[in-house]
């Protein structure tokens, strides 16, 4: 029998160990030393509440699934009912194509055809590798059409920093601004500061938040870090993810069993706003890394 999410991609280096699926080009599974790093899911099982999948080409929500770019109105299909939204773009469960393999790494590349709502046509490719300081995630995208296309990327790994619940886990998480947002919708209100929204340790805070405003290394990156005693995991962002979601996973069939820290380009609704949507010229390419380490 075939796995639900197809091939089975299996990347290994000095501890690491990571499954990436055909299906939705999906982080299934990583580990360090055999200690699980991320809530993934099982080979037999298909990925819930979006659990290691690529949000391409807009992450988070678009109000009513729909955007004006450029003068014209297009209309997505409502992906999220129950709140009226197009939600987490066009590729998590679409087939991905293995272009290269190593022991350490593997590139996937997916053909997104124009469509309704999205009428260009993107080349996007994934690579995922390995190496000392753990697995690296590079999402690019390039536009094949002949007008311009709105962009923006995402991913959606659980974090685990050790035995569940997250309660009693300490989150390092250093951001300024926090998106606020209608509690029934989850849709962008306005921005406030960031003070305070995060407890240590995480007690019963619950968390589903972006945020923005990152502190970060001389190299550019931001990281957040999730601790459980002597064990722990970080997520780092380059440059061009200037957003992070938070959530805890209160309304998922596991609540609070692991953490989402979700790298975001852009913002919930960026389709409207355009806060730092990428707008991708005919012919040109973006590209975006993040990654996710042991501690």
Same mark, same amino acid.
């Given at each position: ?6 091939e089975q991609? &299996?990347?290994?280096?000095?501890g690491? #160990? %990571?499954?990436?699926t055909?299906?939705?080009g999906? $982080? #299934?599974?990583?580990t360090h030393?055999g200690?699980?790093?991320? /809530? ?6 298909m990925p819930?509440g979006g659990r290691?999948q690529l ?8 109000? /009513?699934g ?7 109105t ?7 009912p129950k709140?009226?939204?197009a939600?987490?773009g066009l590729v998590?469960? &679409?087939?991905w194509?293995l272009?290269? %393999?190593?022991?350490d790494r593997v ?7 124009a ?8 080349a996007?490719t ?15 995208a390039?536009n ?5 296309a709105p962009y923006?990327?995402g991913a959606h790994?659980y $974090?685990?920093? *050790?035995p569940g ?6 989150v390092g ?5 926090v998106?606020?947002?209608?509690p /029934? ?12 929204l995060?407890?240590?340790p $995480? *007690? ?9 405003d990152? %502190? #970060?290394d001389?190299?550019?990156?931001a990281t957040?870090?999730?601790?459980? *005693?002597?064990?722990?995991v ?6 061009n993810? #200037?957003?992070?979601q ?8 596991t609540?609070?069993?692991?953490v989402?820290?979700e790298?975001?380009t ?8 355009? /806060?730092?949507?990428v ?5 040109a ?5 993040? *990654?996710?380490?042991?501690?």
């Amino acid at each position: 029998m075939t796995a639900p999410t197809g091939e089975q991609h &299996v990347l290994s280096f000095h501890g690491y #160990r %990571a499954v990436v699926t055909q299906g939705s080009g999906a $982080l #299934r599974s990583l580990t360090h030393d055999g200690r699980e790093l991320v /809530d993934g899911f099982a080979e037999d099982a298909m990925p819930s509440g979006g659990r290691g999948q690529l949000l391409v080409p807009w992450p988070n929500r678009i109000r /009513d699934g729909r955007y004006t770019f450029e003068g014209t109105t297009q209309q997505l299909a409502l992906t999220e009912p129950k709140r009226g939204n197009a939600s987490h773009g066009l590729v998590r469960w &679409v087939s991905w194509t293995l272009v290269s %393999a190593a022991d350490d790494r593997v590139e996937l590349s997916y053909f997104l055809p124009a469509q309704t709502g999205y009428p260009w046509a993107l080349a996007l490719t994934t690579t995922y590798a390995l190496g000392p300081e753990g697995l690296t995630v590079t999402q690019a995208a390039t536009n094949l059409a002949a007008t311009a296309a709105p962009y923006a990327s995402g991913a959606h790994p659980y $974090l685990l920093a *050790g035995p569940g619940p997250c309660d009693g886990w300490t989150v390092g998480l250093d951001a300024a601004t926090v998106l606020e947002v209608d509690p /029934d919708r989850l849709l962008p209100t306005g921005r406030a500061p960031a003070d305070g929204l995060v407890t240590s340790p $995480l *007690g019963s805070t619950v968390l589903n938040h972006a945020v923005t405003d990152l %502190a #970060r290394d001389a190299d550019g990156r931001a990281t957040v870090t999730l601790r459980s *005693g002597q064990t722990g995991v970080a997520l780092w962002v380059d440059e061009n993810h #200037r957003w992070l979601q938070v959530y805890t996973g209160d309304d998922t069939p596991t609540p609070r069993v692991s953490v989402a820290v979700e790298p975001m380009t852009a913002p919930p609704d960026a389709f409207n706003s355009g /806060d730092d949507l990428v707008v991708l010229a005919p012919g040109a390419s973006y590209a975006a890394s993040w *990654g996710i380490r042991a501690l």
